[in-house]
T-cell receptor, first 115, second 112 residues
Framework: KAGVTQTPRYLIKTRGQQVTLSCSPISGHRSVSWYQQTPGQGLQFLFEYFSETQRNKGNFPGRFSGRQFSNSRSEMNVSTLELGDSALYLC??????????????FGPGTRLTVL | AQSVTQLGSHVSVSEGALVLLRCNYSSSVPPYLFWYVQYPNQGLQLLLKYTSAATLVKGINGFEAEFKKSETSFHLTKPSAHMSDAAEYFCAVRDSSYKLIFGSGTRLLVRP
């Protein structure tokens, strides 16, 4: 079974631009979560989608948004990029959402560099 | 609010030595705890998870962790380090809204 895939793997943008990252979950998984990883702030939760609905959101500005499609694939968008948005963006999928032992499977991440 | 604290941002051990990575949690309810490993340029891989069925949890690659409620700890251990264990390790707790809260990570260096 294929794992979580994220595209693109690397991305370079300039300040003020917008970017869209894509995540394809493991087949059959209906929940997708997004995390931002930076050296300074570590791993921070962005949001979670389940059955095309955002069910959980972290403490990020409105420039960060996401969506999920009927096939469970998810995209996240960052508008008006800032230098501080440079990070590794990780996507994780799981079978369902809202359970204690729900195991999340992570993709390799998209490395975003903002110049 | 749930949180985890990882003591030591870097740990260095010799190949064959015991690995001990520390994690303390803060939770007002029974915690759901996880250990993840991240190799360079890769995502996170689940090593093990605490399910309350047993206090000693065995994971992949020879790692295990012991849940100690009295010490609010969930330390990760491996009896004998291997060069391939060099990576960054994250302890995480699932909060009341079911999202994962990660510790700051511990980078493990294994010396030959």
């Amino acid at each position: 079974k294929a794992g979580v895939t994220q595209t693109p793997r690397y991305l370079i943008k300039t300040r003020g631009q917008q970017v869209t990252l894509s995540c394809s979950p493991i087949s059959g998984h209906r929940s997708v979560s997004w995390y931002q990883q930076t050296p300074g702030q570590g791993l921070q939760f962005l949001f979670e989608y389940f059955s095309e609905t955002q069910r959980n959101k972290g403490n990020f500005p409105g420039r960060f948004s996401g969506r999920q499609f009927s096939n469970s694939r998810s995209e996240m968008n960052v508008s008006t990029l800032e230098l501080g948005d440079s990070a590794l963006y990780l996507c994780a999928s799981s079978l369902v959402a809202g359970t204690e032992y729900n195991e999340q499977f992570f993709g390799p991440g998209t490395r975003l560099t903002v110049l | 609010a749930q949180s985890v604290t990882q003591l030591g941002s870097h740990v260095s051990v010799s190949e064959g030595a015991l690995v001990l990575l520390r994690c303390n949690y803060s939770s007002s309810v029974p915690p759901y705890l996880f250990w993840y490993v991240q190799y360079p340029n890769q995502g996170l891989q689940l090593l093990l998870k605490y399910t309350s069925a047993a206090t000693l949890v065995k994971g992949i690659n020879g790692f295990e962790a012991e849940f100690k409620k009295s010490e609010t700890s969930f330390h990760l251990t491996k009896p004998s380090a291997h060069m391939s264990d060099a990576a960054e390790y994250f302890c995480a707790v699932r909060d009341s809204s079911y999202k994962l809260i990660f510790g700051s990570g511990t980078r493990l260096l294994v010396r030959p």
